[in-house]
């Protein structure tokens, strides 16, 4: 166990980032009896409407870092683009920070990402680097197309990719993400869309969600499913495909993994997410100790919770204007509803989501 660890409750626990997730955190932090704080540039945050303090200022402004790091115990952060170079700042102010840097660099390039997992012992799609149309002339040759190229940093929700149908055309669509660095990936001939949250202690213990089975619309989730029908020999492959990026990367937090299924069964690695994630929200309704308490429990060192389902959960995100159903999801027995307190609606924009729970099939 770490020095200084576990904290007691009556800590406080800093948050980068004021968007849903942050919200959900420190819901779950309150509950647990720690105080929240968070940093974050936007005024009025969700996050920020349920912690004891805000910050608001850039996540590389050095005064508030050094006011962040003063207030708490240990630090979080809510999505993987906070700037590497903000963890590293808080640490040399000696405040410790979970998930460790290594992680958030790891996942903010898509190059080294892929890498990482490459060397981890984790399969993933065939790729390559490409930093000029004629790289990308000459990788979409290579992998052979259809192919999706991507920005290496940033990007989210379908932003920041396009697809190359032609090798031919690959420059032009380099060109059209702004000719900034790319990955280019072969395309996965995959049967559905996968993922598995799993988490790892101060102590080095793992727990591992049941896989969920995810379902996008114009590159957005709109549904996870969990827990997938899967078999024993697909659930275990997913829960060491989890054991070996955690263990590699000495992670402490829960970290979203996203997965291809193949035909033949095998499983290879989209992306990691550094942090608890949108495929994981059915576990507030449907298991004892959601993602967001399993998080907390990691960072301040407690002993990470049950992860057994207790019912099964159809998580469904609400999209824009979707959010002013409330009434309606409210009255339906089966369903949880959870919002975001976002003040204006966008099309596409996370407002909230809902849970719709049901039978656990025996044995699962």
């Known amino acids: 166990m770490d020095a200084g ?12 980032g004021g968007g849903q997730l942050g919200r959900m955190l420190a819901l779950a932090a309150a509950r647990l009896g720690f105080d929240v704080v968070v940093l974050t540039p936007e005024i009025d945050a969700p996050a920020s409407r349920v912690a004891r ?12 870092l050094a006011r962040l790091a003063d207030l708490s115990d240990v630090i979080t952060y809510e999505f993987e683009n906070v700037p590497a170079a903000a963890v590293e700042r808080l640490k040399t102010l000696g405040a410790p920070v979970a998930p460790g840097g290594q992680a958030l660099a790891v996942a903010q390039d898509r190059v080294a990402e892929k890498t990482f997992l490459n060397e981890a012992g984790v399969k993933t799609v065939a790729f390559a680097t490409v930093d000029s149309a004629e790289e990308a002339a000459e990788a979409a040759r290579l992998l052979g197309v259809p192919a999706l190229m991507k920005t290496r940093r940033e990007g989210y929700d379908g932003k920041g990719q396009k697809w190359v149908e032609h090798a031919a055309d690959a420059g032009a669509v380099f060109e059209a993400l702004g000719g900034a660095p790319c990955i280019l990936e072969a395309p996965a001939d995959f049967v559905r869309e996968l993922s598995i949250i799993a988490a790892r202690g101060r102590d080095g213990g793992l727990a591992v969600y049941p896989i969920g089975e995810n379902h996008h ?36 937090g829960v970290i979203g993994v996203e997965l291809f299924e193949l035909s033949d069964g095998r499983l290879l690695a989209n992306e990691i997410a550094p942090r608890v ?62 919002l975001y307190g976002k003040r204006e609606a966008k099309p596409g924009r996370k407002m909230g989501h809902v849970n719709r729970l049901s039978r656990l099939e025996p044995g699962r």
């Open 217 to 252: 619309e114009a590159g957005i989730l709109r549904r996870t499913v969990a827990p997938a029908r899967a078999a024993p020999e697909l659930a275990a492959q997913a829960e060491r495909i989890a054991a070996q990026i955690l263990t590699r990367l000495d992670y402490v």
């Open 5 to 16: 660890f576990p904290l007691a409750p009556g800590a406080t626990i800093g948050i980068l």
């Open 277 to 338: 994630h949108n495929t994981g929200h059915w576990t507030q309704d449907g298991c004892e100790v959601c993602q967001f308490e399993q998080h907390i429990r990691a960072v301040v060192g407690w002993p990470l919770g049950p992860t057994e389902a207790r019912a099964r959960v159809e998580m469904v995100n609400l999209l824009g204007d979707e959010a002013g159903g409330w009434a309606k999801f409210a009255a339906e027995p089966e369903t949880r509803l959870h």
């Open 53 to 64: 303090e805000t910050l608001i200022a850039a996540y590389d402004d050095p005064d508030a």
